[in-house]
T-cell receptor
Framework: NAGVTQTPKFRILKIGQSMTLQCAQD?????MYWYRQDPGMGLKLIYY?????ITDKGEVPNGYNVSRSTTEDFPLRLELAAPSQTSVYFC???WGQGAYGYTFGSGTRLTVV | GENVEQHPSTLSVQEGDSAVIKCTYS??????FPWYKQELGKRPQLIIDIRSNVGEKKDQRIAVTLNKTAKHFSLHITETQPEDSAVYFC?????????????????FGQGTILTVHP
């Protein structure tokens, strides 16, 4: 049982490049989330999913896209990377009704130069 | 939407002292309040949480209190130890049970850097 696995752990992108941050969980959790954490700040919700095929925007979705084709995977796509997207990205999951605690992945540190 | 304010931004205490971190929230519908501890370069870890149907919850040296009327909640750490040094985040969420839709989106505070000096 690996929990929530994020890849890559680190990445440097040039302005205008694109990439996909991978997130996978093996706990059969229905709910998955993407947060970003800027230096010295709290986490802000980018996108979330309540099950396969269902996604919705969070507080800061601009510049990102997601998909949820399976229960296990919830990739985050960055198109046309900008310096403002330099951040640490955390994926999280939870079971659903009656289970409120998140399980976080180890994070992806992204730098856009 | 929900807004969570957290104070202080930094807190320095001597080993053995108590530490208190306070958060206020804006949405009176919020009913779930977790606290996370994040060590440098690590993922946030849930340390304690409270639902709005109780006013206080304790787990060994950690306690959380909730005042729904004033819309604020606090984390209390007693007998602090150097290994308690980390960034602590509060958060708020609306959890709907009984057939409601429970998306569980968390709104986080800005974080408190706690330093415990030996």
């Amino acid at each position: 049982n690996a929990g929530v696995t994020q890849t890559p752990k680190f990445r440097i992108l040039k302005i205008g490049q694109s990439m996909t941050l991978q997130c996978a969980q093996d706990m059969n959790h229905n709910y998955m989330y993407w947060y970003r954490q800027d230096p010295g700040m709290g986490l802000k919700l980018i996108y979330y999913s309540v099950g396969a095929g269902i996604t919705d925007k969070g507080e800061v979705p601009n510049g990102y896209n997601v998909s949820r084709s399976t229960t296990e995977d919830f990739p985050l796509r960055l198109e046309l990377a900008a310096p403002s997207q330099t951040s640490v990205y955390f994926c999280a999951s939870r079971w659903g009704q009656g289970a409120y605690g998140y399980t976080f992945g180890s994070g992806t540190r992204l730098t856009v130069v | 939407g929900e807004n969570v304010e957290q104070h202080p931004s930094t807190l320095s205490v001597q080993e053995g002292d108590s530490a208190v971190i306070k958060c206020t929230y804006s949405d009176s519908a919020s009913n779930y309040f977790p606290w996370y501890k994040q060590e440098l370069g690590k993922r946030p870890q849930l340390i304690i949480d409270i639902r709005s149907n109780v006013g206080e919850k304790k787990d060994q040296r950690i306690a959380v209190t909730l005042n729904k009327t004033a819309k604020h909640f606090s984390l209390h750490i007693t007998e602090t130890q150097p290994e308690d040094s980390a960034v602590y985040f509060c958060a708020a969420s609306i959890i709907r049970d009984a057939g409601g839709t429970s998306y569980g989106k968390l709104t986080f505070g800005q974080g408190t850097i706690l330093t415990v000096h030996p």
